[in-house]
């Protein structure tokens, strides 16, 4: 990272800190709403050191980080051979196109009745509601890369003895690498999102079930670390995923 990108980036977050120390001041002087005085940046932080020291940080993020994974690896599983078969066949492409579009545009936690019937686990459904929501991503960026590939390159592969399997492994996802770690990407953004809401369902640990307990106990210094905690991970898990993609990236600048 350069050292302008660095500054502005710093500056960046120094005006973000600042209108949230301003927001909280303008909290704690109105009487009506001083009781939230606790989502200023110094009760967070101090909520924040409180929660890593007494451990109860770990029991939220160990959770919630596993039903990620676990919903984003059953989103993976489904949605890279669905993008691929999309992606190879256009028939199937228009056939599934409106069917799919409108189960994508269902909120995943719309399907939370049916799931809590479903599974017999408070887990189960919630992992099913974060494979839900975070598919449909994979699904079409899967698809979008593997349509984007010059035909050529098949007819080649074929004419040096490819069969199917080694087609797959050999050409198409080498290939489509990139466009399968965006979509990868993009989706732990919305599982990110879904989770929160998601383990407000029945169970008693995870970041959503922390927020909960926050919000009913009125401790508004936890809510806003927790909160905060729920951003800084999201963000590492985000450029985790970007590093991937620009190591497994083929396409190299000039």
């Known amino acids: 990272m350069s050292t302008h990108r ?3 980036s710093a500056l960046g977050v120094g005006l973000l800190i600042g209108l949230w120390w ?3 001041q303008g909290v704690a002087a109105d009487p009506r709403t001083a009781a939230f005085a606790g989502f200023a940046p110094l009760p967070a932080v101090q909520a924040l050191t409180a929660m890593a020291g007494g451990g109860e940080l770990n ?5 919630s980080l596993g039903r990620v994974a676990a ?3 059953w989103a993976a599983l489904l949605g890279i051979p669905v993008g691929i078969a999309l992606g190879r066949s256009p028939l199937l492409g228009a056939l599934t196109h409106l069917p799919f579009q409108f189960l994508r545009m269902i909120s ?3 399907w939370m009745p049916l799931a809590v019937m479903a599974f017999p ?3 189960g459904a919630i992992i099913f509601l974060i494979a839900a929501a975070a598919v449909w991503p994979i699904v079409f960026a899967t698809a979008a890369g ?3 590939l010059d035909p050529q390159w098949f007819k080649v592969a074929r004419n040096l003895g490819a069969g199917a399997v080694h087609l797959l492994t050999t050409v198409i996802v080498p290939a489509i690498a990139t466009d399968i770690l965006t ?11 879904v989770l929160v809401p998601a383990e407000f369902l029945g169970v008693t640990s995870g970041l959503g079930y922390a927020v909960n307990d926050a919000r009913d106990t009125l401790s508004y210094d936890r809510l806003a670390a927790t909160v905060l905690v729920i951003g800084l991970i999201g963000f590492s898990l985000d450029g985790l995923c970007l590093a991937l993609i620009r190591r497994f990236s083929w396409r190299r600048a000039a």
């Open 59 to 63: 029991r939220a993020i160990g959770p």
């Open 108 to 110: 995943p936690l719309a």
């Open 146 to 148: 593997l349509a984007k």
């Open 22 to 24: 301003a927001a909280a």
């Open 6 to 8: 660095l500054l502005f």
């Open 183 to 193: 979509g990868i990407r993009l989706a732990l953004g919305v599982a990110w999102i």
């Open 121 to 123: 686990t408070w887990d």
């Open 71 to 73: 919903g984003l690896g």
